[in-house]
């Protein structure tokens, strides 16, 4: 008997099929969100690029559909993925770390972990036996993290990878967290958010919830 093979193409067009169908955007809110947070590059140690817009939307996307309760993010910046999520969860816990700026963000329930590592911030997440429904990474991860990581997580824990492509952060993050029990969504083409979702996240149902 030959099984039905999905391949991760064609599983990441339809979840992002699913994301478009069951979430909805106010770009000017976006927008601004992705300006107004460039006035804090001058507050910069290390001034470096940032989410771009389509990217940000598509964030605000995957945050809004899987609702978590608690968020944790390497790689703060200048903030704009931060407020993104906050915006597309507004009563989450944020945690989030950056090792080379000290930039605060004065965001309501959100702990930032200036000039700190993401093992850092993940041993202290341990340390108040705090658990993130997602991560979102915009930081390489290293050795260090993955003791502390794994006691960050549950089996639903899903991850957020920017910079997706080439040999970029996200692709070396995705072959860090590369497991039988996690499918890797793809980028939209042209985009660079890449998701890694547990398997016990998909399920197999005769009729979708509205």
Request: charged share 25%; proline share 4%; net charge negative.
């Amino acid at each position: 008997m030959n099984p039905i093979q999905i391949g991760r193409k064609r599983l990441s067009e339809i979840v992002w099929a699913i994301i478009d169908e069951k979430t909805d955007i106010d770009w000017r809110v976006l927008e601004g969100i992705t300006e107004q947070q460039q006035a804090y590059r001058a507050k910069a140690d290390y001034n470096t690029g940032t989410v771009t817009l389509d990217d940000a939307a598509d964030l605000y996307r995957i945050v809004t559909l899987f609702n978590p309760k608690v968020i944790a993010e390497v790689g703060t910046f200048i903030g704009v993925s931060t407020r993104t999520m906050r915006l597309a969860a507004p009563d989450a816990q944020i945690y989030t770390c950056d090792m080379s700026n000290d930039i605060d963000l004065d965001l309501t329930g959100v702990t930032q972990y200036p000039k700190k590592s993401s093992h850092e911030m993940f041993e202290d997440m341990v340390n108040k036996e705090v658990k993130a429904d997602l991560i979102y990474l915009d930081g390489r991860l290293s050795e260090k993290d993955i003791p502390h990581l794994l006691n960050v997580i549950t089996h639903n824990t899903v991850f957020v990878l920017d910079d997706f492509e080439g040999v970029e952060k996200g692709v070396a993050n995705a072959v860090v967290l590369d497991s039988p029990n996690f499918a890797l969504i793809y980028p939209r083409e042209g985009h660079k958010t890449a998701i890694v979702i547990p398997i016990s996240m998909i399920q197999l149902v005769r009729q979708e919830a509205v």
